[in-house]
């Protein structure tokens, strides 16, 4: 339990450490900071909902914990996008202010009620957690089209994907780390892991080139969008260095029930913790110009 909530922990700093290096690349609304914690947490949301993929099921509590973060932190950054947009002290913007004043409504309104919804399915524990995964992957979508996906016709299509593949590897590893116990559970569910592992990271990869050069072209260290791109390959290429050396090593261990529980969880956590960086960074990029 220590070593999970030391992962968790160290998640949120570099998810915050991400939202910091946005905001030196790039000029994002105050709002991000809010944004990140949405974006971690519904990613995280996706991948307990996804669990029945790697052989795992996930724990109806931590499924309404993650899914309460994820409808407060997005209620929150609608009021930070109001009153920066108005130009007064946050405490000074109601509710009303809110409902009025959002650019679009819609991600925020899909969020709290699909958080909502998912709360109530954690309440009365049917067995299809899929549902969850569906609700998630929705917030997914709706949050990084509305956020930065441009005007033109194939970019939202593009981003979506690019979305949903990255929700999918740090959410299904997140879920893993909180939900699978023993050398048992890490030989069953990491081999499946690693076996779709591959394709998402090569999609996730072409998507997100595609949608920075059909944002800003090739324009990339000049603007501060583009300067947050290149932070973002560049962290992306060195997880996926590690992925593909866990692939030889912990991966073929684990599967043999080689490896304790602990060294799966660090393992698993390393990459968890660089991937936040990447999201913190992906948050900040929903919200610059």
Known sequence: ?????????????????????????????LSVWADAIALGSVSLLFGLGLLGLVDAEPS?????????VWGASSAISAWLQVAERAGADPFAVGIGDVADGVESGLPVVI???GALGVIAWAWWTPSDAYVVGAVAAVGVLVTSVTGHAGTS????????????????????????????????????????????????VATLTVTGLAAAVGRIGFDWWTTGYGRVVIAKLVLLIVVAGIA?????AWLAKARRHRLDESTSIRNAGIEIVLLTVVLGLAAGLSVTG
């Open 60 to 68: 109806p509590a931590a499924v309404a914990v993650v899914a309460s």
């Open 153 to 200: 016709l194939w970019i939202p299509l593009v981003v979506g994907v690019h979305a949903l593949a990255a929700a999918w590897w740090v959410g299904t590893l997140g879920a893993l780390v909180v939900t699978v116990r023993g050398r048992g559970g890490w030989a069953r569910s990491l081999p499946a892991f690693s076996r779709s592992a591959l394709p998402v």
């Open 1 to 29: 339990m220590t070593l999970r909530v030391a992962v968790g922990g160290a998640s949120v700093v570099a998810l915050l450490i991400g939202v910091m290096l946005a905001r030196l690349l790039a000029s994002p609304e």
């Open 111 to 113: 969020s709290v009620v």
């Open 244 to 248: 593909v050396w866990h692939r030889r």
